[in-house]
């Protein structure tokens, strides 16, 4: 007799798989960990993940559609909000930088797109364009409403997504800024910038 797991089950057990490899491609980078480390790291025997993954590359790429289908849902919701342009867009800024580094264990792994398996990364590819998509017509709708200013709009979301993705490269849970100050620091640089506005007049 065949045993069925339960889908819950699996699901919670791959969070913590997840959790564990966070931990490991942080200390030892993507490339260099292994099934065998994360194993370690969670007190089990290394065939026992799996059952749950076939390999790294098959975690990588759960990884990333798990982060990426939240950011979806994130995005959408602040569009049906009657909250301006601006608004939903430092509050996607914020969702997006706190789902990479807090809700998402291994969201490290969200930059890895380049090790995927060519059917998992045309996949993610489309998911990652939606995303992409999404952001950029929050942009264009503020801009439209005069209450963003951007020149080129495909370079402003570029520039937005990389800047929100390369925090889990540098951040650290024990470092000197909490994870609420990132995402404001973040969205304080990124939508308000470095120059002094001038008045007229001013020298």
């Known amino acids: 007799m065949v045993q069925v797991m339960d889908p819950a089950r699996v699901q919670t ?62 995005v959408a919701q602040a569009e049906q909000s009657s909250a301006s342009p601006a608004l939903q867009l430092q509050a996607i800024v914020r969702g997006h930088v706190r789902c990479l580094n807090s809700e998402v264990p291994g969201s490290l792994a969200h930059l890895e797109v380049e090790s995927l398996a060519p059917a998992d990364r045309a996949r993610i590819m489309r998911l990652r364009r939606r995303y992409e ?24 979301t570029r520039t937005l997504l990389g800047a929100m993705n390369w925090t889990v490269k540098w951040w650290r ?13 973040v969205v304080e640089q990124m939508l308000h910038g470095l120059a002094v506005s001038r008045r007229k007049g001013a020298h």
């Open 133 to 156: 998509r999404a952001l950029q017509g929050v942009l264009e709708r503020g801009v439209a409403a005069g209450c963003l200013r951007c020149a080129d709009l495909p370079l402003a």
């Open 13 to 74: 057990r791959r969070m913590e798989i997840l959790a564990a490899a966070s931990a490991v491609f942080r200390e030892r980078g993507f490339h260099a960990a292994g099934m065998r480390e994360i194993a370690q790291r969670m007190g089990v025997a290394v065939g026992k993940l799996y059952y749950y993954f076939d390999s790294k590359e098959a975690l990588l790429a759960f990884c990333q559609e798990d982060c990426l289908r939240r950011l979806l849902d994130m």
């Open 173 to 185: 849970p024990d470092g000197r800024m909490g994870l609420d100050a990132l995402a404001d620091g």
